[in-house]
């Protein structure tokens, strides 16, 4: 088992920025992806970025791209977004994800959630 556990989130206007932090916990050794995901009011959960633990690999959605960067602390066992140039669309639950899978857009590609925390950019 994998315990994920998000921090950092809240409210923030427009243009302005946030980091997200995912501490991982258990077997994490098992995991090959982290990723982020996010769902707004009414909509599907959907794929923000992902990193591959060993490698440092990452992917973003176009719709973050250049504004969102993921990363990772090996050693502290921990994964964060840092999201600038926040926009009102940005507005969701942000949600870190663990899995063994590749396709790191595909939701079904992770095995383990974390709580999810509440993101709200005010225009």
């Known amino acids: 088992q994998v315990q994920l556990v998000e921090s950092g989130g809240g409210l923030v206007q427009a243009g302005g920025s946030l980091r997200l932090s995912c501490a991982a916990s258990?077997?994490?050794?098992?995991?090959?992806?982290m990723g982020w995901f996010r769902q707004a009011p009414g909509k599907e959960r959907e794929f923000v970025a992902a990193?591959?633990?060993?490698?440092?690999?990452?992917f973003s959605a176009d719709s973050v791209k250049g504004r969102f960067t993921i990363s990772r602390d090996n050693g502290r066992n921990t994964m964060y977004l840092q999201m600038n140039s926040l926009k009102p669309e940005d507005t969701a639950i942000y949600y870190c994800?663990?899995?063994?899978?590749?396709?790191?857009?595909?939701?079904?590609?992770?095995?383990?959630w974390g709580q999810g925390i509440q993101v709200t950019v005010s225009s």
């Open positions: 990193i591959f633990w060993n490698t440092g690999f990452t």
């Open positions: 258990g077997r994490t050794f098992s995991s090959t992806i």
């Open positions: 994800a663990a899995g063994r899978g590749v396709r790191v857009r595909n939701i079904n590609e992770y095995d383990y």
